[in-house]
């Protein structure tokens, strides 16, 4: 990460609370930010009431960055302007405590990578006014407009192959499958593929005609059979009677 360009220390309040669970009895998150707030060695107790108590835990530097104004800025536009606080189980046998403030920061992108994190707690509190206004004060001094600049998609080459960007993927997938030899885009033995009924042999993959489906349908009509050259010439054939004499 680049040098910090400002920065401001800020007291973390945490706040323990009873909760009625059979699995934990008690719960921890961030409730408050004291701008300005002195460096302390060890948690101070500061207020509590019936089944909750409040800590000052930390005193830690809220650190702005010239090329983060972005996030500062999304956050003072929202309805209520935050100051994201990161509490870690502590990791210290000889620690009171079995908790820590382990970061503080006002850029939302930036409080984003701890949301996922199983052990880490995440929560946002109300900005003072002092920070929101420390905050704007540095956005207008370090903020620059960048424009933007849409991704031109590249034409599909089928040389190329692959999920191009602006391809096809079904006209990839097909191209490099009849590169690459793939049995199924061809015909298959003993399947009729188009109306010539082709089929393929198993060893070659020779391609030749099956006439036995033409012999077949020859002989269920007569007509049929003597155009294919299989039964007598028309002259052999003698006319029909009918059964009913007239």
């Not at 998609?153 to 192959?161: A, C, E, S, T």
């Not at 298959?188 to 070659?204: D, F, K, L």
Request: glycine share 8%; aromatic share 6%; with cysteine.
């Amino acid at each position: 990460m680049s040098q910090a360009t400002d920065r401001m220390p800020i007291g973390v309040v945490v706040e323990r609370r009873e909760i009625d669970n059979k699995w934990i009895d008690h719960t921890w998150q961030p409730v408050a930010v004291i701008p300005g707030a002195p460096p302390i060695h060890e948690w101070r107790h500061m207020v509590e009431g019936d089944g909750w108590v409040q800590y000052h835990a930390a005193t830690l530097d809220i650190e702005l960055f010239a090329k983060e104004t972005e996030g500062y800025r999304e956050n003072l536009l929202g309805m209520q302007p935050a100051v994201y606080v990161v509490l870690r189980p502590n990791t210290n046998p000889e620690d009171a405590h079995e908790i820590e403030v382990f970061h503080v920061t006002v850029c939302p992108y930036e409080a984003a990578k701890f949301v996922d994190t199983m052990d880490d707690i995440m929560e946002s509190v109300p900005m003072p006014p002092e920070i929101g206004a420390w905050v704007r004060e540095f956005i207008e001094k370090h903020h620059v407009e960048r424009p933007f600049i849409k991704r031109q998609r590249l034409p599909y080459d089928p040389r190329k192959g692959g999920l191009g960007r602006g391809g096809s993927p079904g006209a990839v997938m097909r191209g490099s499958r009849r590169r690459r030899g793939d049995s199924r885009m061809r015909p298959r033995p003993g399947r009729r593929h188009g109306a010539g009924h082709w089929r393929t042999s198993g060893t070659n993959r020779s391609i030749r005609p099956m006439t036995a489906p033409i012999r077949f349908r020859a002989q269920s009509n007569p007509s049929r059979r003597r155009s294919a050259g299989i039964g007598p010439p028309a002259s052999a054939v003698p006319p029909t009677t009918s059964s009913r004499s007239s």
